[in-house]
């Protein structure tokens, strides 16, 4: 549920607000008014948002924990210390989100205004506040735009797909890590090796179970969830296969393929996406390609099949796309002004 801090006029009365706040929270009941924190407002929030009839996804709520965590409810903000009425004014909000847009980014700050403004409307809800503030601050971005670097809408080479292979199985041989490290980094090899050989999304890999799989067939059972054309079968390239056996005889082969590294004695323990993300950009800032993101495979995956002449159908099977234009127009893109003359010679 989260740490609960209290602010007082000496350290003695703080540690008996937050013993108060402890001992009401175990009873499942805390009592809202207006002289209540808007840290203490925010954890009784997020109990509610966390209940499965909330509406929210689990994907959503995670990051609004996260978000509130990381610039709310932190040393040095500025409403940190505020009760509900107080951090409910324009001008303490705007500068606030400011700030949090100047130092972590125009998204930070937007996603850290939709969290502000779920307490502040939980408030109106409860009949302690009648006005949400917020709702008179327009957007707020950061005074220098953060530099995007990343390409979404563009395709590895083959030779550059290798590259980063490679990369990742080097960091993975090194013997000098600790044995901590080289799990991981033989972890995140290995994913790199499977996305680039099936051109599956980061989160269907996390995903993939051993059961999953049938290295004696050269198949994967791919379960997606996006749409009903994304839960396929694929066909493993054989040295995929000859990986993914390597990493059966190393790992064992109950629980999840990808398992968080973290975690050896827990193969059920789902790897992080916000870790696994990461750990991809790490091997392709260290491999030269920083433009790169993980859907970086799945492009790289449809151009290669593309480019030996698959027919669009079977690039989108492989996929998972519901509609084959959508792999066409989106993944391999249309070339209204090239040369025509592979056509003409049909006509």
């Known amino acids: 549920m989260g740490e609960i801090s209290r602010v007082a006029r000496t350290k003695r009365l703080a540690i008996e607000a937050v013993e108060t706040a402890l001992e009401e929270r175990e009873r499942g009941h805390v009592e809202m008014t207006s002289g209540t924190s808007l840290v203490a407002a925010g954890e009784l929030w997020l109990t509610q948002i966390r209940r499965t009839d909330s509406g929210l996804s689990a994907r959503t709520v995670q990051d609004y924990g996260r978000t509130f965590a990381r610039y709310i409810d932190v040393q040095g903000s500025s409403v940190r210390g505020l009760s509900l009425v107080q951090v409910n004014d324009p001008q303490r909000l705007r500068i ?13 700050a937007k996603i850290s205004k939709s969290v502000l403004s779920g307490i502040l409307n939980f408030a109106i809800e409860n009949g302690i506040l009648t006005t949400n503030a917020l709702r008179q601050i327009r957007p707020v971005r950061a005074q220098t735009a953060k530099v995007q670097e990343h390409d979404s809408k563009r395709a590895f080479t083959r030779e550059e797909r290798d590259a980063v292979i490679a990369y990742a199985d080097k960091l993975a041989r ?39 799989i049938d290295l004696k067939t050269n198949a994967a059972h791919v379960r997606g969830t996006k749409t009903r054309k994304s839960d396929r079968r694929l066909t493993l390239p054989s040295w995929l296969t000859e990986r993914l056996t390597g990493r059966a005889e190393r790992f064992g082969t109950k629980g999840l393929v990808f398992s968080s590294p973290h975690h050896l ?38 151009t290669l099949l593309d480019q030996a002449g698959v027919p669009i159908a079977r690039i989108a099977d492989q996929l998972g796309h519901a509609d084959p234009a959508m792999t066409a127009s989106v993944y391999l893109g249309r070339d209204l002004m090239g040369d025509k003359r592979s056509v003409a010679e049909h006509l």
């Open 96 to 108: 606030f989100l400011q700030k949090v847009a100047d130092r972590h980014g125009t998204g930070a």
């Open 174 to 212: 090194d013997e000098s890590a600790n044995p901590r490290t080289r799990r991981k980094r033989e972890t995140v090899a290995d994913l790199v090796a499977f996305m680039a050989g099936t051109g599956v999304r980061i989160n269907e890999a996390r995903g993939l179970r051993w059961e999953d």
């Open 265 to 302: 004695s827990e193969p059920e323990r789902v790897w992080d996406q916000s870790n696994s993300a990461k750990a991809l950009a790490s091997i392709f800032d260290g491999s030269g390609f920083s433009w790169a993101i993980p859907h970086t495979f799945r492009r790289t995956v449809a």
